[in-house]
């Protein structure tokens, strides 16, 4: 079965320092989006992308984020300066519809701001 | 404001023993609700999803849940859970605004932990 891959698992990085998570969605999905939980909270949608431009972003995506398509399979999530409070779980997910509720979620980016 | 409410942060429960995890939510519009599991070290996985039609569904692994509009409630259930259902599980939502619908909105999870 087709699945969405996030790397790296782990990553632990210092507070003002820039951080890409990258993601490979499945591989004829053209929505993709991220999440993150932050620990012992919900999990929280950040941004939604389509067709090379965001198509929703909430009120945590501000500045310090930025999502792109550098080729056609990956979609990375770039922090440019890390706070302490950006320490979470980051999930990606990719839908071949466009509809919530054909989302693929895959396993996680654990990001670690010391 | 539109939310979902996990009751249960944590859930210890016998093998084999029956469980219910609870989930209600806040809508001023229709909705879809879904139950996610994420096993230890994987992603979120969709477990089972209610957007029309009975209100009873079923997913995989065994289990269930049921739709209750008048009490707001999306409770997943399982007759008998196995030690390999230990594992978080979220409970998410969807607003339907006419043409156009929501984000997903979570839950903040239930862990379940089966004990033998």
């Known amino acids: 079965e087709p699945e969405v891959t996030q790397t790296p698992s782990h990553q632990v990085t210092q507070m003002g320092q820039e951080v890409i998570l990258r993601c490979v969605p499945i591989?004829?999905?053209?929505?993709f989006y991220w999440y993150r939980q932050i620990l012992g909270q919900k999990v929280e949608f950040l941004v939604s992308?389509?067709?090379?431009?965001?198509?929703?972003k909430s009120e945590i995506f501000d500045d310090q984020f930025s999502v792109e398509r550098p080729d056609g399979s990956n979609f990375t999530l770039k922090i440019r300066s890390t706070k302490l409070e950006d320490s979470a779980m980051y999930f990606c997910?990719?839908?071949?519809?466009?509809?919530?509720?054909?989302?693929?979620f895959g396993s996680g980016t654990q990001l670690s701001v010391l | 404001a539109q939310s979902v409410t996990q009751l249960d942060s944590q859930v210890p429960v016998f093998e084999e023993a029956p469980v219910e995890l609870r989930c209600n939510y806040s809508s001023s519009v229709s909705v879809y609700l879904f139950w996610y599991v994420q096993y230890p070290n994987q992603g979120l996985q969709l477990l089972l999803k209610?957007?029309?039609?009975?209100?009873l569904v079923k997913g995989i692994n065994g289990f269930e849940a049921e739709f209750n509009k008048s009490q707001t409630s999306f409770h997943l259930r399982k007759p008998s859970v196995h030690i390999s259902d230990t594992a978080e599980y979220f409970c998410a939502v969807i607003m339907n605004y006419g043409g156009s619908q929501g984000n997903l909105i979570f839950g903040k999870g239930t862990k379940l932990s089966v004990k033998p």
């Open positions: 591989s004829n999905h053209l929505y």
């Open positions: 992308f389509y067709n090379n431009e965001i198509s929703e």
């Open positions: 997910a990719s839908s071949w519809t466009g509809k919530n509720e054909k989302l693929f």
């Open positions: 209610y957007l029309s039609g009975s209100t």
